[in-house]
């Protein structure tokens, strides 16, 4: 109908950090209830499972979502929903190397973040054993899980910054693009 009117909703000059946020706040409740049930920060035991899945997802969408302003504008929503959910899927690699790790098959050698986070697992390595820390402590092992989650975090941004910057040099915008919401007339 032409003579339709859509407004749309205003948008937070905050809308950027909230994703970031939502990760930290998921990094830290992971990291309370593992305290909680285990004692000790670190390993947490199996009952904490669900939890620990729930937090991978929150952190794999939250990387997807913080670089998402570099489409905003440069394609139609329903692209930029399209391409979240891809770069979602693309963490599925990082979650393999996150949960798949020599330390823990039998006999396996000492962790590495770069095992768990292969991107920028071997800076934190570095950061690590920069440290007067000594394996096996609980300062050692609450570094080496925020660590961990960071760089997982992060890996999921990269992948997302890749895809989204790929997307945003492929798509031009077609003759009747409109906004969310917007009919082409």
Excluded at 83 to 95: D, E, I
Excluded at 97 to 119: C, F, H, K, M, Y
Excluded at 120 to 139: E, K, Q, R
Aim: glycine share 8%.
């Amino acid at each position: 109908m032409p003579g339709n009117v859509i407004i749309s909703l205003p948008r937070s000059r905050l809308r950027p950090v909230i994703p970031p946020l939502v990760a930290v706040v998921a990094c830290a409740a992971w990291a309370c209830i593992a305290v909680t049930v285990s004692g000790t920060p670190g390993p947490a035991p199996q009952s904490v499972l669900p939890v620990f899945v729930i937090v991978i997802v929150t952190l794999a969408v939250a990387g997807a979502a913080t670089p998402l302003p570099l489409i905003a504008g440069g394609v139609p929503v329903r692209r930029q929903r399209q391409a979240m959910l891809v770069a979602v899927a693309a963490s599925v690699p990082f979650v393999a190397a996150l949960l798949i790790n020599p330390d823990q098959w039998v006999e396996g050698s000492t962790p590495l973040l770069a095992d768990r986070v292969p991107v920028f697992g071997w800076l934190f390595d570095g950061i690590m054993s920069a440290l007067p820390l000594t394996a096996d402590t609980p300062a050692y092992s609450l570094l080496f899980s925020a660590l961990t989650d960071l760089g997982f975090y992060l890996e999921c941004v990269l992948a997302a910054t890749v895809l989204y910057a790929a997307l945003r040099v492929t798509a031009a915008p077609g003759p009747g693009f409109r906004e969310e919401g917007r009919p082409e007339e």
